[in-house]
């Protein structure tokens, strides 16, 4: 009888770089930090990409010029709430974090890569890529 064999990759997520990623991505999402260009840019990689929620592919630049648009309020309730965020070390300073999001009662499912900068930029974790996936109607899968 064969035996199936599986590799099973180790668990990282207490890794301090797969910590500091969540955070990052954490304070990305307070809209304190989205309406301010110098905080956000702290935590963008200067090659970011994204492509959004909406199919829309954003460079660096133009994602930093939109978020103040895009932050939310906490006030009203209008921001988005993270839930089942979970990293994974990718390679030394490199790792990729997958959550859902709601905002205005919207489902989004996110990923992220995220990589430790030079030591001359600083050397914190800084989101190189996001995307954004529209969770149709009631999608029940988690």
Same mark, same amino acid.
């Given at each position: 009888?064969?035996? +199936?064999?599986?590799?099973?990759?180790?668990?990282? $997520? %207490?890794?301090?770089?797969?910590?500091?990623?969540? +955070?990052? @991505?954490? #304070?990305?999402?307070?809209?304190?930090? *989205?309406?301010?260009?110098?905080?956000?840019? @702290?935590?963008?990689? !200067? +090659?970011?990409?994204?492509? %959004?929620?909406?199919?829309? *592919?954003?460079? &660096?630049?133009?994602?930093?010029?939109?978020?103040?648009?895009?932050?939310?309020? !906490? %006030?009203? =309730?209008?921001?988005?709430?993270?839930?089942?965020? /979970? =990293?994974?070390?990718?390679?030394?300073?490199?790792?990729?974090?997958?959550? @859902?999001?709601? *905002?205005?009662? #919207?489902?989004?499912? #996110? $990923?992220?890569?995220?990589? *430790?900068?030079?030591?001359?930029?600083? =050397?914190?974790? #800084?989101? &190189? &890529?996001?995307?954004? /996936? !529209?969770?149709? %109607? +009631? @999608?029940?899968?988690?």
């Amino acid at each position: 009888m064969e035996r +199936e064999t599986r590799a099973h990759a180790p668990d990282t $997520s %207490g890794h301090p770089d797969v910590v500091e990623a969540v +955070e990052g @991505e954490l #304070r990305l999402l307070d809209p304190a930090v *989205r309406s301010s260009r110098p905080l956000a840019a @702290e935590l963008l990689d !200067p +090659e970011f990409t994204e492509v %959004g929620a909406s199919g829309r *592919r954003w460079t &660096y630049e133009e994602i930093l010029a939109a978020l103040p648009d895009m932050a939310g309020d !906490p %006030g009203d =309730g209008t921001h988005h709430r993270p839930s089942a965020v /979970t =990293g994974t070390l990718l390679a030394p300073g490199v790792v990729h974090l997958t959550f @859902e999001t709601v *905002r205005d009662g #919207r489902r989004a499912r #996110r $990923s992220s890569v995220w990589r *430790r900068a030079s030591p001359a930029d600083g =050397g914190r974790m #800084r989101m &190189y &890529y996001h995307q954004g /996936t !529209p969770v149709p %109607g +009631e @999608e029940a899968q988690p």
